[in-house]
């Protein structure tokens, strides 16, 4: 049973192309993340999303929106990709949002994403 | 300003100890957590530490947290190749996100 899953897992497309990838948890969590992790294996919160609402939107290009129907989903649209936007995008959940307080975050297994 | 900071690499022999080292900046982070990622996938909470403790121990792992350096670690007692993988340090202050060292990729040798 699997607890947060995105699809899809490799994304190959051409440049000025536009994409999205989604993101499901089952896990009834409040809160839930996009990460970016580049070819140097940093990782880069890009969105963090609690009960639909946007509660951290960091420096992102407005190419990249983000979109939660409801806690359960939370999709990553990229607009006119680029070849820089080439990294595994990682969806995450917790039960509520990160801070003081014990959170473990669950991770997807990640979207390759590479733009040629 | 926030940073978290790791080695990038770490490699041991197989049998051996590994101790990855991590240090931070807030002081106000209660929680500590180790995610591990394996290759190909996402990252999972191997261990966490409350900031008034300053050991915690779990089977092979064991946590030592020094608050007044900020200085945190992770000791994998007799390392195995199903440990090679690359180890994140979080810390957990109070403006919502985790801050995420730059991982420790560590190596096994046979």
């Known amino acids: 049973d699997t607890a947060v899953s995105q699809t899809p897992k490799y994304l190959v497309t051409q440049m000025g192309n536009d994409k999205s990838i989604k993101c499901e948890q089952n896990?009834?969590?409040?809160?839930m993340y996009w990460y970016k992790q580049d070819s140097k294996k940093f990782l880069k919160i890009m969105f963090s999303?609690?009960?639909?609402?946007?509660?951290i939107n960091e420096t992102v290009p407005n190419r990249f929106s983000p979109k939660s129907p409801d806690k359960a989903h939370l999709n990553l649209h990229i607009n006119s990709l680029e070849l820089g936007d080439s990294a595994v995008y990682f969806c995450?959940?917790?039960?509520?949002?990160?801070?003081?307080?014990?959170?473990?975050?669950?991770f997807g297994p990640g979207t390759r994403l590479t733009v040629l | 300003g926030e940073d978290v900071e790791q080695s990038l690499f770490l490699s041991v022999r197989e049998g051996d100890s590994s101790v990855i080292n991590c240090t931070y900046t807030?002081?106000?982070?209660?929680?500590l957590y180790w995610y591990k990622q394996e290759p190909g996938a996402g990252l999972q909470l191997l261990t966490y530490?409350?900031?008034n403790m300053d050991m915690k121990q779990d089977q092979r792992l064991t946590v030592l947290l020094n608050k007044k350096d900020k200085h945190l670690s992770l000791r994998i007692a007799d390392t195995q190749t199903g440990d090679s993988a690359i180890y994140f340090c979080?810390?957990?202050?109070?403006?919502?996100?985790?801050?995420w060292g730059a991982g420790t990729k560590l190596i096994i040798k046979p």
């Open positions: 896990l009834g969590h409040d809160t």
């Open positions: 979080a810390e957990s202050p109070s403006n919502y996100q985790l801050i």
């Open positions: 999303y609690n009960n639909k609402e946007l509660i």
């Open positions: 807030d002081s106000s982070s209660t929680y």
């Open positions: 530490i409350f900031s």
């Open positions: 995450a959940s917790s039960l509520r949002m990160t801070g003081p307080a014990y959170n473990e975050q669950f």
